[in-house]
């Protein structure tokens, strides 16, 4: 089914093209580490990111969002599949191209108190892209993370300090600094405020699309809160367990849902509104999530979905386009003709 | 017993911590009350004392470097803090149950899920041990757990996240308390998950009548679950009140800050977020005046020097703030 993703009539220009992106991690067992299976992280993956939109992946733990995120730009090495960017697949250059083509995509992560070397000062932080790529001498070095740091709405001064004497949302934003060092196109975003507290979320969400708009950024912004994704994202990607189960536009996603997933993950959504909870009905999703080691034949979802029919415990649905940019993998949903 | 009296009334209560650093002043001043069958939920973020207050009230404080400094937890008359360990300790879990935001360290991972709800029962209700394990079936059924008879020998490590959280209701659950005080039962679990224990623990209290406190950091859980809020800021209640009219009609610049920062209130999901600048203070010397001043766009000279106290400012509504008429929500 690994059929490319064209949303159709988009006049825009594809800035990274993913295609049947695959990512599986062994199982090995026994004194001889035999294979016994694979952990099917990402399972046939397959979206465009346009230049300038940020696209949002959303999922549940486990469903594989991060692990696309890191398999893109190869932290992961691709099991199968191919990612196009900038006329180059990823997936087929050397360490060495790639090493050159990670100067246009960065990443920032999740817990900022993990992805800071503690014993880095700022200055060394923010400024090591840039010597590792012998962009600069010491002075101008200095002189590019003052105004990367202001860029971020940090004090330059704070270049000789250490991450430990900076909060979760300053680290953040000394980690947003460095990925701008190289002046990247596209920016990985994986989680980039599930780690900070309510009104510092908002602090970074807006400084996140501020950059975008001053330097032309392109995000692709993992996450699981679903309402800062509709706040952030232009379309909206959903994942259950390795696969996109449906794609569209942000508002679109949010008023029509189709894939049965998308409804009950919107309708567990807590709505900070007491009127409205009042009266709100949920679609209660049954049990767990099922076991990416032992995905379930045919549609992943039929062992939670409220409208699972026969066929979907059989084949696996395609993932189609039902609309123009309306992608979804459900029996049940067809294009209207 | 008087037909006025709460089933919990916490008056003054203050919780200290002895750092190397300075003495940290988790939870000032707080005092709220709680009836039967009543739900309240307590909002704020990290460090802002909402979790000390609960374990201060459950006396799960380490002491030291921890010490309740002063005020009374008043239950059914009786007040908490002022029992023995031996009294306490028959409090805890019978009357007063907690459920923790972690139930893989909150769970023993030795012992099976079964025996640690018997244990409670053997020890607070006297049960037998074979009529402890039929009530312990009844219960993890009860909490939805399939298979409960089966699972019941199982270890939580063979539990997903949600079904542990399932088994700590239910060990909550197991001694009929009056109080269940839940501290971010749902933040480490995934939001289809979440829907599911918060209509699981909305469907118990219906039927057991149990008064719960809800503590969370996620606004949108309080606006589906509680009928009143405590929300926090540096240890303190800056404001309090009706589910509807705090979120109708905030009076704190805190609350309204928090609130204005969330994503999809009123439909306006394409403009900018409202930001509160600045960040949480450090609760090590606090400096005097309100605690939010600092961040706060209504700052007068006063706001500095005087910490404001909570006031009326509505039915059942009470907000600190020096320049609560002028708040205006965003």
Same mark, same amino acid.
């Given at each position: 089914?690994?059929?490319?993703?064209?949303?159709?009539?988009?006049?825009?220009?594809v800035?990274?093209?993913?295609?049947?992106?695959?990512?599986?991690?062994?199982i090995?067992?026994?004194?001889?580490?035999?294979?016994?299976?694979?952990?099917?992280?990402?399972?046939?993956?397959?979206?465009?990111?346009?230049?300038?939109?940020?696209?949002?992946?959303v999922?549940?733990?486990?469903?594989?969002?991060?692990?696309?995120?890191?398999?893109?730009?190869?932290?992961?090495?691709?099991?199968?599949?191919?990612?196009?960017?900038?006329?180059?697949?990823?997936?087929?250059?050397?360490a060495?191209?790639?090493?050159?083509?990670?100067?246009?995509m960065?990443?920032?992560?999740?817990?900022?108190?993990?992805?800071?070397?503690?014993?880095?000062?700022?200055?060394?932080?923010?400024?090591?892209?840039?010597?590792?790529?012998?962009l600069?001498?010491?002075?101008?070095?200095?002189?590019?993370?003052?105004?990367?740091?202001?860029?971020?709405?940090?004090?330059?001064?704070?270049?000789?300090?250490?991450?430990h004497e900076?909060?979760?949302?300053?680290r953040?934003?000394?980690?947003?600094?460095?990925?701008?060092?190289?002046?990247?196109?596209?920016?990985i975003?994986?989680?980039?405020?599930?780690?900070?507290?309510v009104?510092?979320?908002?602090?970074?969400v807006?400084?996140?699309?501020?950059?975008?708009?001053?330097?032309?950024?392109?995000?692709?912004?993992?996450?699981?809160?679903?309402?800062?994704?509709?706040h952030?994202?232009?379309?909206?990607?959903?994942?259950?367990?390795?696969?996109?189960?449906?794609l569209?536009?942000?508002?679109?996603?949010?008023?029509?849902?189709?894939?049965?997933?998308?409804?009950?993950?919107?309708?567990?959504i807590?709505?900070?509104?007491?009127?409205?909870?009042?009266?709100?009905?949920?679609?209660?999703?049954?049990?767990?999530?099922?076991?990416?080691a032992?995905?379930?034949?045919?549609?992943?979802?039929?062992?939670?979905?409220?409208?699972?029919?026969d066929?979907?415990?059989?084949?696996?649905?395609?993932?189609?386009?039902?609309?123009?940019?309306?992608l979804?993998?459900?029996?049940?949903?067809?294009p209207?003709? | 017993?008087?037909?006025?009296?709460?089933?919990?009334?916490?008056?003054?209560?203050?919780?200290?911590?002895?750092?190397?650093?300075?003495?940290v002043?988790?939870?000032n001043?707080?005092?709220?009350?709680?009836?039967?069958g009543?739900?309240?939920?307590?909002?704020?973020?990290?460090?802002?004392?909402?979790?000390?207050?609960?374990?201060?009230?459950m006396?799960?404080?380490?002491?030291?470097?921890?010490?309740?400094?002063?005020?009374?937890?008043?239950?059914?008359?009786?007040d908490l803090?002022?029992l023995?360990?031996?009294?306490?300790?028959?409090?805890?879990?019978?009357?007063?149950?907690?459920i923790?935001?972690?139930?893989?360290?909150?769970?023993?991972?030795?012992?099976?899920?079964?025996?640690?709800?018997?244990?409670?029962?053997?020890?607070h209700?006297?049960?037998?041990?074979?009529?402890?394990?039929?009530?312990t079936?009844?219960?993890?059924?009860?909490?939805?757990?399939?298979?409960?008879?089966?699972?019941?020998?199982?270890?939580?490590?063979?539990?997903?996240?949600?079904?542990?959280?399932?088994?700590?209701?239910?060990?909550?659950?197991?001694?009929?308390?009056?109080?269940?005080?839940?501290?971010?039962?749902?933040?480490?679990?995934?939001?289809?998950?979440?829907?599911?224990?918060?209509?699981?623990?909305?469907?118990?209290?219906?039927?057991?009548?149990?008064?719960v406190?809800?503590?969370?950091?996620?606004?949108?859980?309080?606006?589906?679950?509680?009928r009143?809020?405590?929300?926090?800021?540096?240890?303190?209640?800056?404001?309090?009140?009706?589910?509807?009219?705090?979120y109708?009609?905030?009076?704190?610049?805190?609350?309204?800050?928090?609130?204005?920062?969330?994503?999809?209130?009123?439909?306006?999901t394409?403009?900018?977020?409202?930001?509160?600048?600045g *960040?949480? =203070?450090? #609760?090590?010397?606090?400096? $005097? !005046?309100c605690?939010? @001043?600092?961040r706060?766009?209504?700052?007068?000279p &006063?706001?500095?020097? *005087?910490? =404001?106290? #909570?006031?009326?400012?509505? $039915? !059942?509504?009470?907000a @600190?703030?020096?320049?609560?008429?002028?708040?205006? &929500?965003?």
């Amino acid at each position: 089914m690994a059929e490319a993703v064209k949303t159709s009539d988009a006049p825009q220009e594809v800035l990274l093209h993913v295609e049947g992106l695959k990512k599986y991690f062994p199982i090995r067992r026994g004194v001889f580490q035999r294979h016994v299976g694979d952990v099917k992280a990402v399972d046939d993956v397959s979206f465009d990111v346009y230049r300038g939109e940020t696209l949002g992946l959303v999922g549940e733990s486990g469903c594989g969002k991060t692990t696309t995120g890191r398999t893109i730009i190869r932290i992961y090495e691709p099991t199968a599949g191919h990612v196009i960017f900038k006329d180059q697949d990823l997936a087929a250059l050397r360490a060495n191209e790639m090493r050159e083509m990670r100067r246009s995509m960065q990443m920032i992560f999740q817990d900022p108190y993990a992805s800071l070397n503690p014993r880095m000062s700022v200055l060394k932080i923010v400024g090591e892209p840039l010597e590792v790529f012998h962009l600069a001498n010491k002075e101008e070095r200095r002189e590019r993370v003052a105004h990367l740091l202001q860029l971020v709405g940090l004090n330059p001064d704070f270049m000789v300090r250490y991450p430990h004497e900076f909060s979760g949302g300053q680290r953040q934003r000394i980690g947003l600094a460095r990925s701008l060092a190289l002046n990247p196109d596209l920016i990985i975003c994986d989680e980039p405020i599930s780690a900070l507290d309510v009104s510092i979320q908002a602090q970074v969400v807006n400084l996140l699309e501020d950059l975008q708009q001053e330097l032309g950024l392109t995000y692709i912004f993992i996450a699981h809160d679903l309402s800062m994704v509709r706040h952030i994202s232009d379309r909206v990607a959903v994942m259950y367990l390795g696969k996109i189960v449906e794609l569209t536009d942000r508002d679109t996603l949010y008023a029509k849902p189709l894939h049965p997933y998308t409804q009950a993950l919107l309708s567990a959504i807590p709505v900070p509104d007491p009127v409205i909870e009042e009266t709100r009905q949920r679609i209660l999703l049954e049990g767990d999530l099922p076991s990416p080691a032992n995905p379930p034949k045919g549609c992943n979802f039929s062992t939670r979905c409220p409208q699972v029919q026969d066929i979907c415990e059989q084949e696996e649905p395609p993932f189609i386009e039902v609309e123009p940019g309306h992608l979804c993998a459900c029996h049940f949903v067809k294009p209207a003709t | 017993m008087a037909g006025t009296q709460h089933l919990l009334e916490v008056r003054n209560l203050t919780t200290r911590f002895h750092t190397e650093d300075g003495v940290v002043h988790a939870v000032n001043d707080v005092s709220y009350t709680l009836d039967e069958g009543d739900t309240l939920g307590v909002v704020g973020e990290s460090g802002c004392g909402k979790s000390v207050h609960a374990l201060s009230i459950m006396r799960l404080i380490q002491i030291p470097p921890g010490e309740i400094a002063g005020g009374e937890v008043i239950f059914r008359g009786q007040d908490l803090l002022k029992l023995s360990d031996d009294e306490m300790r028959k409090v805890r879990g019978a009357e007063i149950a907690m459920i923790f935001q972690d139930p893989m360290t909150s769970l023993n991972p030795v012992k099976t899920v079964g025996f640690q709800i018997m244990e409670a029962l053997i020890l607070h209700k006297g049960m037998d041990k074979a009529s402890a394990r039929e009530r312990t079936v009844e219960l993890l059924t009860l909490v939805g757990i399939p298979e409960a008879a089966q699972r019941v020998d199982d270890y939580p490590h063979q539990f997903s996240g949600g079904m542990r959280q399932r088994a700590m209701i239910a060990m909550g659950l197991s001694c009929d308390p009056s109080i269940l005080i839940a501290d971010e039962p749902t933040t480490a679990l995934d939001v289809t998950i979440q829907a599911q224990i918060v209509e699981l623990v909305k469907r118990l209290q219906h039927k057991f009548g149990m008064a719960v406190i809800w503590i969370t950091h996620d606004l949108g859980v309080i606006a589906g679950m509680a009928r009143r809020v405590n929300v926090m800021y540096a240890g303190r209640i800056i404001e309090s009140g009706p589910v509807k009219e705090i979120y109708a009609n905030p009076h704190h610049p805190y609350t309204v800050g928090l609130l204005g920062s969330l994503p999809g209130r009123s439909g306006r999901t394409s403009s900018r977020l409202f930001s509160i600048p600045g *960040e949480p =203070p450090d #609760l090590v010397g606090l400096p $005097p !005046g309100c605690a939010f @001043a600092p961040r706060c766009h209504y700052q007068t000279p &006063r706001c500095l020097k *005087e910490t =404001p106290p #909570l006031e009326e400012v509505g $039915p !059942g509504h009470i907000a @600190a703030c020096w320049e609560k008429d002028k708040v205006r &929500r965003v």
